[in-house]
């Protein structure tokens, strides 16, 4: 409400205000949009479709799996009642969650390792100056690029009994020494081994790319000057490169256990989860769960366990990094 | 000026998209045609434009009815497909059922239940009947044949299957004798089980029938792969691909209609995949096994669904599709569950491609005296759970018989719920 003028300024500079004539004079009352809340609102409308985005594909879907999780969902039927904790109970004498964790455990640790451990060696190799070595990096970036589905369905016929790799290992003249390319995707063991590799493959030319942004940050004379002090080339990249590029090591490493804990098309192209239960990681089991046994609910529950899961591991890792990353910019 | 701008933009856009949700267009109560979804698994043009000439005809006297749709979802994932629609709102009108989920969709009230005409066979309605009422049309009652590759088994120095009828011979043992003798002397795969690749054992029943083995009793209540009969019919599936070699082994795939394989055993209707076939081929009955002559009939239902949005329409577009006239045209792709067209001159005018001795010998009389596949309630978590179980039956130095009780133990807790 704007104050209206009680008479006209007797002269310049002289304001009487209705107010000011009739109560005890108090200080004008400061305009509701002040810069501050202007700014306020601003940011919030900025960062408003990311934040609706958030609400709606994270946030509600969240509250909604633990809502689902406290009910017996028969698709079929179409019932949909409570049962309290019962799916929780359900989940602690489950004889399928056991394994289902134990392969999840060695998916993962077979991933991170390898994955982490071959990225960076083949980002130290491409950082070289060398001939070819642009070539060399596209050709292990593109697999990033290619259609999941795609490349997993390409390596399905390699891993075949007659497939390519054990058709590579007769034409090396191996079988002819006794060794017979395994049938890949029928054993226990190398079923696991075929998923990770098939992963490992497809996924570590991304951390190849972000070591080697991170290697090529590191400054040149910390080098130079390790020479000059007389470090061999293996204390030079443990003493500079290792601490100099941790930052990114962590950033990898938590992308990297969080994105093997949500396989899922390698296994249901691959294996199925066969042979026997070997290969079904939680992710797989809890889609057999709710969307093949129509056990929605409990599908739910296990969907909240692994989210409890990558929640806690991520957070380990935030914590460790003071004991061993660096620096952080 | 800026931020009110801002704030009517966002304003606006809340607005649209609540509107968007609200969306009233699927409304059951508005006039105007309605359009009708099928969901269905096959991808083949010929049997989609079949439906869609169907469709036409029944749009012409039907004004009420807009677009009638089939849509075709892979089979592997077809039932998690349908039930996933059915769960998130967006359930079909009408949808085909595999015969091993129809206890499932009969006994949840999933379904709507359907007219029953007198001419369908009994045997025929049996899986897809509650409580004296039809909840789906068995539309294709399909008996499973061997396919043979002539051109294969000749190479191989064995008689054809079709002389061994002739004498008499026709039976498992001299039917692995020829797939031995194909995949030792041509390299080519010996016999194949359709749709089995060592995951979907339930087609190895095309097999064990002819033992008289089940995988679990008639009521569904106990466990039958550690009786006899399927130890017996196991053992000699595993002998058949690791001793006999006259199957090719896990992890390889082969296919017949692509002349890669001297025998399959599956469903007649795949005798559409051989048109273009570049060898000779013929269809035989299943040999006979230890139990005797046997036959094996697949299933499928068209059912209504009752969560759709337009059932009563959906119910009388069904009653069209799977009329007499209608059934003697879907006959050439799905034999029929109808008394009056179990004819061979029905069946050799629809089945140009099968001869009316086969058609006679093998789905005519398979349709009569055939069990029909294995079923049960939950079936998916069977399934898996078996499959799970019988994993390592497909090694070389596997323990059938261990094997098979290891089966039983994990199935028993879910065959008594």
Known sequence: MTPRLLTPPHHPGQVLLEKQVTEPPVAARAPYWTMRRRDELAGWLFVAPQLAGIVAFVIVPLGLVAWYSLHEWNVLAGTFDFVGGSNYRALTDDPRLGPALRATGFFSLGLVVLNLSLALF??????????GTVVFRTLFFSPVVVTLVAWTIVWGFLLQDNGGINAFIDVLGLNTLGIDGPNWLRGDATAMISVIIVQLFKGVGLNMVLFLAALQGVPAELYEAARIDGASAWARFRRVTVPLISPTILLTSILTVVGSLQVFAQIAVLTQGGPGTS????????????FQFHHFGYGATISLLLFVIVLALTVLQWRMRRRWVFHES | MKLRLLTAAATAAALLAAAGCGGGSDDPTSSGPVDLRMTIWSANAK?????????AAYQKDHPEIGKISFESIPFDSYTTALT???GGGNAP?????LESTAPDFVTSGALEPIDKDADLLPSATKTWEQDGKLFAYPFSTSPLGVFVNTDLVTAAGRP???QQIAAGTWNWDQAVATGAAVQAKTGKGGIVVGDFDFKGWDALNSIWAGWGARPWSEDGKSCGFDQQPMVDAMTFVHKMVFTDKAMPGPGRTTDFFAGDASMVLTQISRAALLEKAKFKWDLVPLPKGPAGEYSVVG????????????????????AYFTNQENSAKLAQFFPPPRKSQLTTDLLAKANPLLKPAQLQSVVIDGIERGDIKTSHTGYAELQQTVRAALDPLWKPDADVKAVLSGVCSKINPLLSK
């Open chain 2, 299 to 318: 299933q499928a239902g068209i059912g209504v669904m009752k969560r759709g949005k337009h059932a009563d329409e959906a119910k009388k577009f069904l």
């Open chain 1, 122 to 131: 083949l980002a130290v190799l491409l950082n070289q100056k060398l001939r």
């Open chain 1, 279 to 290: 290969t079904t990681v939680l992710v797989y089991y809890l889609y057999q769960q709710a």
């Open chain 2, 84 to 86: 996933t629609q059915i």
């Open chain 2, 160 to 162: 054809t299957p079709a």
């Open chain 2, 47 to 55: 049997h989609t434009a079949l439906f869609d000439q169907i469709a």
């Open chain 2, 93 to 97: 009108d009408l949808a085909w059922i």
